[in-house]
């Protein structure tokens, strides 16, 4: 894959994290991620021009939902759930459960802040990030990957690849304290007049991420 590049890159994994594989694996079923077949139009290459573009409306969009499945793998470990997110400015949520329909994280938000159940819990919260790495030990930046979902970069000092055939991105890298993330597309779905990655795996250390969403929906 030829790769071109947009802007510049300034230059432990928690043990919690066992605690949210512990979880997810009493409650979910070991199978591996089956992304459904998405079918668009292959996508016109995009100019240098168009690109630029492209980034700028993807920073407009900021209210969206997205239905597919994830699969988080570590230490050759591997867990999968179907994903429901849905996010706005003023309301977000975000629901994991099993293939077979066992919910298994819920987190919503609140006047107050966010209010999260998991394992039959419900705690709360008023910034998002602190309260998944709290409870679940999730250490994802989930800020920043309400941006990279859209396949834009979420602070400008990240580092933002095309593909050289498509124009469409390929790849962000973005250092977050001493923690180096590595997003990497795969494939795309048209959205309205958009095309929104439709697969896409984030990688720090030993954690993969895999996200393969089947369903895309702006929100006006």
Known sequence: ??????????????????QWRLLI????LSTT?????????????????????????MQEIDAWRVKGKVAFIR??????????WQHAPQDVTLN???FMGVNVLNLASTSNGYQLQVDGKTYTGTE???????????????????YWIKGSKAKSQDALFFNAETGLPA??????????????????????????????????????????????????
């Open 1 to 18: 894959m030829s790769l071109t590049v947009l802007g510049r890159l300034h230059t432990q994994p928690d043990s919690r994290l066992s």
């Open 25 to 28: 694996k009493a409650a979910l």
């Open 33 to 57: 991620l089956s992304a459904c077949a998405l079918f668009s139009p292959a996508p016109e290459p995009q100019s240098v021009a168009a690109q630029q573009l492209r980034q700028q409306q």
């Open 75 to 84: 230490d050759g470990e591997r867990s999968s759930a179907n994903i429901f």
């Open 96 to 98: 994991l459960t099993t």
């Open 128 to 146: 998002l990030q602190p309260l998944l790495s709290g409870v679940a030990g999730v250490e994802l930046p989930v800020d920043d990957l309400t």
């Open 171 to 220: 790849r962000i890298q973005a250092l977050r304290g001493n923690r180096m993330w590595q997003i990497d597309y795969q494939d795309f779905s048209r959205v309205e007049a958009h095309y929104m990655p439709a697969k896409l795996t984030l990688k720090h250390g030993q954690l993969t991420i895999k996200l393969a969403i089947s369903d895309w929906q702006l929100q006006h």
